[in-house]
């Protein structure tokens, strides 16, 4: 391999979005908010990255339609041809706020899509609300109804705390052996925490990390580099685990040979 070519038919969803950071007030439980515009069916498909976040998403159709759903964390990236118009608020959580919003551990989330009001945290009691208003009413309101609505005890709001840390330095490329030392927790609770708040283990973490970093410098960067600053023991490495993740190889992918498209996952209903 070579340079990665440039990506002419595929799209990733992220590259439409227009992203704010949360306020001050949201941001223990909200990452992110970003809003896609209205997007018309056409030729270009587009791919879903694997993502180690769960979000709530606000979909809205261009026939009037509306839905609120959760999106759980996405261990392995799926591809698909928009249907009909449409545009979508998205609202990343942020690593440990699953179950003070939305009543449920991360990982009973990941790789699926639920129906908002259907989970038993108070972000469901907001679902209707939220899908009668415009984009960009959702920050304020959310700044005005969730520090009310959340609630959380000193253990859990110092396991959140706890994850954070470990999210920064995992973002780092550190091993997780180390990260665990140096919080002066063992493995297992390490483990442990990722899976309650964050919905993957660890491992899993960084290899959605690193992949997002070499999708990011794709097209810029010769592969064996990428490869040394992503934290691959080598190209081969890298290889074998984007197409774990991606169902292609780095190659194929950034030609734009993908899997065919899917339909829409199927929604959970608890």
């Known amino acids: 391999m070579t340079t990665a070519q440039t990506l002419a038919s595929v799209v990733s ?16 439980w909200i990452a992110e908010i970003a809003h896609i515009p209205t997007t018309d069916p056409g030729p ?53 706020a699953a ?17 908002l009001s259907a989970l038993p945290g108070p972000a469901a009691e907001l679902a209707d609300v939220l899908l009668e208003l415009d984009p960009d009413e959702v920050t304020a309101f ?25 999210v920064t330095a995992m973002d780092t490329a550190a091993p997780v052996g180390e990260i665990a030392t140096g919080l002066a ?10 899976t309650a708040g964050i919905g993957v283990s660890p491992k899993h973490y960084a290899r959605i990390t690193r992949l997002r970093q070499v999708i990011a410098a794709g097209g ?15 190209q ?14 780095p190659t194929t992918y950034f030609r734009g040979d993908i899997p065919a498209p899917t339909p829409c996952q199927a929604l959970t209903r608890r």
């Open 99 to 115: 179950q003070p919003l939305l009543g449920v551990r991360a990982a009973e989330l990941t790789d699926r899509v639920t129906l």
């Open 220 to 234: 810029n960067t010769p592969w064996s580099d990428l490869a040394h600053s992503s934290g691959y023991y080598d």
């Open 142 to 166: 959310l700044e005005a109804e969730l520090p009310h609505r959340v609630t959380e005890d000193p253990v859990r709001r110092d396991h959140r705390r706890l994850l954070n840390s470990a």
């Open 13 to 28: 969803a992220e590259d439409l979005e227009r992203r704010t950071a949360p306020p001050a007030g949201l941001r223990p």
């Open 44 to 96: 270009v498909a587009f791919s879903h990255l694997p993502l180690a976040a769960t979000s709530i998403v606000l979909r809205r159709e261009a026939s009037g339609r509306r839905d609120a759903w959760v999106l759980g964390p996405r261990t392995r990236a799926t591809y698909a041809h928009p249907e009909r118009p449409a545009g979508c608020t998205r609202i990343r959580l942020a690593p440990g």
């Open 236 to 249: 081969s490495h890298l290889s074998a685990d984007f197409r774990s993740l991606m169902g292609v190889t």
């Open 185 to 194: 927790v063992s493995e297992r609770q390490l483990r442990n925490l990722f």
